[in-house]
């Protein structure tokens, strides 16, 4: 291994050129004008940075990578470089962290503009209507939960025509990468102190991002609530997991800093090893659980049985701290995005005004398909929409032709299919060049990036205990692909650089 260069593979030509960096330390870096050498260089760092450091996923090619630990490894998709972020914007995102995981809580507690605002969508989704039969029988037992743990991302895309920072959604259940994020930061940290000179960034531009403890903190505090000496944390997991080491990052967090055990179980294992006590208490396998933390549980394919079905509802009958409750999932959905943007909503649930003017500033055009002059609009212009339907994980919106092609559909079949969509604005970023890599290869693209940021909540009753924006997690895709799951194939994990 003595030059870098032979081991890696190149997959599109690289401009070759003499001066390979920064002319001047001023400019901040052009990846254009990077020269072979260098980009190989740093490839390398990168990816043994990554695998001593723990920035890894399972590798598809072993079957065994998605349940056993510690084999078959691969780096995590990244971008090889931070991506440029105006510090106003950054500062915006951060801003309004706090009041959107507030404004989630007050949401949550309002079961009946819950039940009102899905009430059509629940004859047009069969996956949602379950969730809604959950939280109905939850209010009609009226069962209080009295400590909500929020851990919530807020992702953003900045639209460059309108120069604004708009909000693409909240996530409000298995929010991904609070683990890697961190790490992305720190390896690009890294990155820009080692060859800083040429790069021309201060390493102190990419902001400190402390996500895996934050989050790590925030379930912690809410064990400690929960007041069970004990109980240990669930993470409900999927059966398969390759991104099970963003995952154990919090695990491990919480074993080496708080002392609390984290176990992992399916949906499935907890219908077969669960049960509920008659103080609520939640036993699974024998343990008592203080906190069940969903990393599965947001689609369809999480329940293919009754039996996952079951273990949710077991679950939300027990005393347990649900991170999220069924009201928070509920309230993380699409639908509630758009209602929560129509006119005067918001105020229903937030007093201060400026608060109220700071979220209604990040919101996009968001709409119901009942909106017939927007549907038609739509129809014409298909290429400024996004279609969502209710799902989460990436892969499931509709785009282009496509709109036209789904609007025109729903239109010929009559009313019900339509609530099972939302119309949103498309948003537009800015396309840079970007070097993303994947599988120890890697390849330079035109990109765009989405800024998440993790937002924190816990309350007991009346009492506040957390409420903090909680680190951030920057992805990039390829300019092209209109869908951009960094599992999927198309995303990396990014961070960013304030500029
Ligand atoms: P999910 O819950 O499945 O992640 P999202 O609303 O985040 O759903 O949509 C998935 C992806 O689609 C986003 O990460 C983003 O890349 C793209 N996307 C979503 N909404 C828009 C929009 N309004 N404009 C442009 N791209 C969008
Ligand atoms: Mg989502
Ligand atoms: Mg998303």
Request: aromatic residues 8%.
């Amino acid at each position: 291994f003595q030059n870098p260069k032979n081991h890696l593979r190149k997959l599109e030509p690289l401009r070759s050129g003499r001066s390979l960096v920064m002319e001047s330390h001023k400019t901040l870096f052009d990846v254009d004008k990077f020269d072979d050498e260098f980009v190989q260089k740093l490839v390398y760092d990168a990816l043994v940075w990554s695998s001593l450091h723990g920035l890894v996923v399972g590798d598809k090619a072993y079957q065994k990578s998605g349940n056993v630990p510690g084999v078959g490894m691969m780096h995590a998709p990244i971008a090889l470089l931070p991506t440029a972020f105006p510090e106003v914007y950054w500062n915006q995102a951060c801003d309004v962290t706090p009041i959107f995981n507030e404004l989630i809580d007050r949401v949550s507690l309002d079961g009946k503009f819950l039940q009102d605002s899905l009430s059509r969508t629940k004859k047009a989704d069969i996956f949602t209507s379950r969730l809604l039969d959950i939280h109905s029988k939850m209010l009609e037992r009226n069962k209080k939960e009295d400590i909500r743990l929020g851990l919530h991302r807020f992702d953003y895309m900045l639209d460059e025509e309108t120069n604004s920072l708009l909000q693409i959604e909240m996530n409000t259940i298995a929010c991904s990468f609070p683990g890697h994020s961190r790490l992305v930061s720190e390896l690009h940290q890294t990155l820009l102190r080692s060859y800083g000179d040429q790069l021309g960034i201060d390493s102190e531009r990419v902001p400190k991002n402390a996500s895996t403890r934050q989050f790590a903190d925030a379930l912690a505090k809410a064990w400690f609530e929960y007041n069970n000496p004990r109980a240990v944390v669930m993470v409900i997991v999927q059966p398969e997991e390759r991104n099970m080491y963003d995952q154990h990052w919090l695990s491990s967090t919480l074993r080496e800093k708080h002392n609390i055990v984290a176990i992992r179980k399916t949906l499935a294992e907890v219908e077969k090893e669960g049960s509920v006590q008659k103080d609520g208490t939640l036993i699974v396998g024998g343990q008592a659980v203080a906190i069940v933390y969903f990393r599965s549980g947001y689609t369809p394919n999480d329940h293919p049985s009754e039996s996952e079905w079951n273990a949710r509802m077991l679950i939300e009958e027990s005393s347990a701290v649900k991170c999220p409750t069924i009201a928070y999932h509920l309230t993380g959905s699409k639908k509630i995005q758009q209602e929560l943007a129509k006119p005067g909503v918001l105020e229903r649930f937030l007093d201060n005004k400026e608060d109220i003017a700071k979220l209604r500033k990040c919101f996009a055009g968001l709409w119901s398909l009942d909106d017939q002059e927007i549907v038609k609009k739509a129809i014409e212009k298909p290429g400024l929409f996004v279609m969502k339907p209710q799902r989460e994980g990436g892969g499931n919106n509709i785009y282009g032709d496509d709109v036209r092609e789904n609007l025109l559909r729903l239109q010929r079949e009559g009313e019900d299919g339509t609530a099972a969509y939302i119309l949103m604005q498309r948003i537009f970023p800015k396309v840079s060049n970007t070097y993303m890599m994947r599988e120890g290869a890697y390849h330079k693209n035109q990109a765009i990036s989405e800024l998440g940021v993790y937002g924190a909540y816990l309350r007991n009753k009346d009492k506040i205990i957390v409420n903090e924006q909680s680190g951030y997690l920057m992805r990039t895709k390829i300019s092209s692909s209109d869908e951009g799951g960094v599992a999927a194939g198309f995303g990396v994990l990014d961070s960013i650089y304030l500029n």
